[in-house]
């Protein structure tokens, strides 16, 4: 589903990721872990190219962009489309309701009839245990309801990968359960899904892989019960002594 071959990204003098190379299979769960600053969240963002990578080929789906030649505008725009894009700070638009929020993308951007997203945006929502709130604005939601409206925003425009930026970090920590399990439910039904987050508890649970990075280079990879339990590599073992 997901492949990217020796990407390189700097920022100025920065060289924030190295050769990267990664593959996602369709239907995996990657949990992308690492100390702050290490490069995660611009790698994830490199994936729907809100970064865009200085070198190395992307592939996600079908498309394919090699960063080592110019890349026109339509051409990301089009890349774009095949991920959905789950923010820190869920970033909803504040005067649309929750339903306009998640009808926004099929509507503006594919084009679909206003009838036939609202009955989708419903769906969605009320998949994601919000029902009930279909015309409320974001500022009479909890944060992790907010997220949760991202969630099903980032789904309306039936996309194959979801990128998850950490999802659940700006959240009250009663909140966090229930955005963590409308993500189990969406791996469970076989979304391709690449998370960055601290939660380690998620990671054991639902990561078929999970990278371990540190300065800009994935470290370690491998399944939970390898990195969490059986790795011998210095750094991963450091990090996750550090974070117990
Ligand atoms: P992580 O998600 O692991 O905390 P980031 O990907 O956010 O790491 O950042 C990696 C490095 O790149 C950090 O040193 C950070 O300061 C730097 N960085 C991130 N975004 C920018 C940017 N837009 N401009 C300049 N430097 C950036």
Redesign the pocket.
């Known amino acids: 589903m997901i492949k990217v071959s020796r990407m390189n990204k700097h ?2 003098d ?1 060289h ?2 190295k050769d990267i190379d990664l593959e996602v299979k369709k239907g995996e769960v990657i949990v ?1 872990i ?12 490199t994936l729907n190219i809100l ?1 865009q990578p200085d070198s190395g080929i992307i592939n996600i789906g079908e498309q394919s962009i090699d960063f080592s030649q110019p890349v026109s505008k339509k051409e990301k725009l089009k890349f774009r489309q095949q991920t959905g894009m789950v923010f820190q700070n869920h970033n909803l638009f504040p005067h649309l309701t929750a339903i306009e929020n998640v009808m926004e993308g099929p509507v503006t951007v594919q084009k679909v009839s206003k009838d036939e997203a609202r009955k989708k945006a419903s769906d969605l929502l009320t998949k994601v245990g919000l029902g009930q709130k279909l015309d409320v604005y974001p500022h009479q939601l909890s944060g992790g309801q907010q997220q949760r409206v991202g969630i099903a925003r980032a789904l309306a425009t039936g996309v194959e990968v979801i990128l998850f ?2 999802p659940t970090s700006a959240l009250d920590p009663e909140l966090v359960a229930d955005v963590l399990d409308v993500m189990k439910e969406l791996a469970k039904e076989g979304m391709t899904m690449v998370v ?1 987050t601290h939660e380690m508890g998620f990671a054991q649970e639902v990561a078929d892989q999970v990278l371990f ?1 540190d300065e ?1 280079k994935i470290v370690n990879q491998g399944s939970p019960d390898y990195i969490f339990n059986q790795t011998d590599e210095s750094r991963t073992r450091q990090f996750l002594k550090r974070i117990q």
Do not use: A, C, I, N
């Open positions: 920022f100025g920065l924030v990721l992308v690492g100390p702050s600053g290490s490069g995660k969240t611009t790698l994830l963002r970064e930026d950490e960055v990075m800009g």
